[in-house]
């Protein structure tokens, strides 16, 4: 959110809702300021739909009649079927349903994922490890994980082919269709299925994403990463057969995710994607204008250099600075910008951020000097000019 006080948004009632100013906000891949209509749409469903959306009484259904059109919705606007959706409390969620349904499986195989997933996934590995699973990481060198490297790791005992769409700290945007073909070549040789799951959260309402034309049997999301509220997310299940629930609970989501529902999430969710799907491409053009002047504006400065890939998502941009990352962005900080120094996601993002960057071919200098720009469709080359001024400036001392 840029650095205006939005005025007051009345909502049908009379209360008003602020929307509080921010700091000079570029750390939209961390999460983004929820939107005025995905909050308005948060607060009317729950005035509106207050019943338990399994219950049988009237509003009961009404509330599921509301859950399931919000499910259609979102299909809609993703191209996919709404049997594929099952609404978690996140992509954490998501990813923890598809990891923890290898342990229900008789006996180990080998798992390949790479090294520069996001926590939600590598967070898994010791467990399966531990379990006898094989897990083997992909390196990916400048950012992409090499065809050759997954089709040479690929073997018969192969059951899970983890690789994230685009990365949180670099954005570098993976080749998911090609990489999915290969596993899919494979299996036609070993003549059963091997799940590809593709987390895909800094993907959503940001870059092209065509969950059934990549041919990818799961995919995670968040809707705080695109202006919708925290705390709800969303597994894509091409085919809910392979997959065991971490809590069957009541048998809500079709099995897949017990629970009650959190109908206003959901909804929100879907008003938040909607929103994103707007003009989407147009936006995505806007936001590469603001990474074009950063990366334009270091490149003849050999104090900084740019990390993320050419062939990144604009709306992530991580760049090694003249000082350790916890410094600089401290300096940031103080002078009101909100930046990270990595992955944020988690208190221990210092060492997500290098052990991605590391993996990727830099060095532990540069990895341990980066920090990472996130923007959104509403950061504004005003602000995107003052951040590289004061990176300029901080840099001169
Ligand atoms: N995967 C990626 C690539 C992410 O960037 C994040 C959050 O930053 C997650 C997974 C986890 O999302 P959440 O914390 O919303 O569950």
């Known amino acids: 959110m840029d650095n205006h006080i939005r005025p007051p948004l009345l ?6 809702i602020l929307i509080v100013a921010m700091d000079f906000y570029f750390d939209n891949a961390a999460t983004t300021p929820i939107g005025a209509r995905a909050l308005e749409e948060y607060v009317e469903t729950c005035r509106t739909y207050q019943a338990n959306p399994s219950s049988i009484h009237r509003e009961g259904l009404r509330a599921h009649a509301y859950l399931e059109e919000n499910r259609v919705r979102i299909a809609n606007v993703l191209n996919l079927d709404k049997e594929n959706i099952v609404f978690t409390s996140g992509a954490t969620e998501a990813i923890s349903i598809i ?25 898994h590995l010791p467990l399966l490890r531990e379990k006898g699973w094989d897990v083997v990481q992909l390196r990916a060198k ?6 050759d490297d997954l089709g040479n790791a690929l073997n018969r005992e192969t059951r899970l082919v983890a690789v994230m769409s685009v990365n949180n700290v670099t954005g570098a945007i993976q080749d998911i269709g090609r990489l999915a073909s290969i596993v899919r070549q494979y299996e036609k040789t070993l003549k059963r299925k091997i799940f590809f799951f593709s987390d895909s959260v800094q993907a959503l309402g940001k870059t092209g994403l065509d969950l059934k034309a990549w041919d990818v049997d799961g995919a995670s999301f968040s809707a705080h990463k695109i202006a919708g509220p925290r705390g709800i997310g969303m597994l894509y299940l091409k085919n809910r057969s392979q997959v065991r629930p971490l809590a069957p609970a009541g048998g809500q989501e079709s099995g897949m995710r017990g629970g009650t529902e959190n109908l206003a999430a959901i909804s929100s ?13 147009q936006k995505e053009e806007k936001v590469a204008g603001l990474n074009r002047m950063v990366r334009d504006s270091f490149s003849g400065d050999d104090r900084f250099s740019i990390i993320s890939p050419e062939k990144a998502s604009p709306y992530i941009l991580s760049i090694a600075t003249p000082l350790p990352s916890e410094v600089f962005t401290r300096m940031l900080i103080d002078r009101g910008f909100c930046v990270s120094s990595g992955s944020a996601c988690s208190n221990n993002a210092r060492k997500k951020a290098g052990g991605v960057l590391e993996a ?5 200098k540069t990895s341990m000097s980066s920090i990472r720009i996130s923007f959104s469709d509403t950061s504004t080359a005003e602000n995107t000019e003052l951040l590289i001024k004061t990176m300029k400036e901080i840099a001169n001392g």
């Open 11 to 16: 909502l049908f009632s009379s209360i008003p």
């Open 360 to 364: 990727m071919g830099f060095s532990p």
């Open 269 to 281: 969710f879907r008003v938040a994607l909607e929103e994103a799907y707007i003009d989407r491409a």
């Open 99 to 123: 990891m923890g349904s290898l342990l229900w499986q008789k006996t180990p195989g080998r798992i390949i994922t790479t090294r520069i997933e996001h926590e939600a996934v590598l967070s």
């Open 142 to 147: 400048g950012g992409f994980v090499d065809p």
